[in-house]
């Protein structure tokens, strides 16, 4: 099914060396060796994950309604104003996010309020378009690709600590 999502995102605009690029912004300074190449394979294995499927096809599916104008009042006004006391949207990308720690939900933060990249593009592009869910979604995505990348170089450093550099408690 990552492959369906994939092109759900390409549908709505959405590249994953977009959303890769971002992920690699997000950990070059602490994996100095990270290629956009393989930020691209983790972004696949984080769209395999159900529950990130499943988010990601709620919040389109809701952008997709309120674009036709479809939800009913006030659903309806403030997915399409993308309200800014609705919490929904951050609560789905922030689902994703935390799938990889906190870490991931600290990183989902920093995407949600700087809109680094496509983020941004699609938090602004409100002509025809209602990108309410989109944009929360992307973060999240990016956040746990991020997360997982970090998550796994930590043990490349971890064996690299040595007595003088850990505190002894």
Request: overall charge negative; aromatic content about 6%; charged content about 20%.
């Amino acid at each position: 099914m990552s492959k369906e999502l994939a092109a759900l995102l390409m549908e709505r605009g959405i590249y994953l060396h977009e959303i890769a690029q971002i992920v690699y912004d997000l950990q070059i300074g602490f994996v100095p060796d990270l290629t956009l190449e393989y930020c691209v394979e983790v972004l696949t294995g984080v769209l395999e994950k159900r529950e990130v499927q499943f988010a990601v096809l709620t919040g389109v599916a809701l952008d997709k309604l309120a674009e036709a104008g479809l939800l009913t009042s006030p659903l309806q006004e403030i997915i399409q104003n993308d309200h800014p006391l609705y919490g929904i949207d951050e609560v789905l990308g922030l689902g994703i996010a935390n799938i990889y720690g906190t870490i991931g939900t600290t990183s989902f933060g920093y995407l949600d309020k700087e809109k680094v990249g496509v983020i941004g593009r699609l938090n602004c592009n409100k002509v025809n378009k209602v990108n309410t869910f989109m944009d929360d979604l992307v973060a999240g995505i990016a956040a746990a690709a991020a997360a997982k990348i970090a998550h796994a170089s930590i043990s490349h450093i971890g064996s690299n600590l040595n007595s003088k550099t850990v505190p002894k408690s």
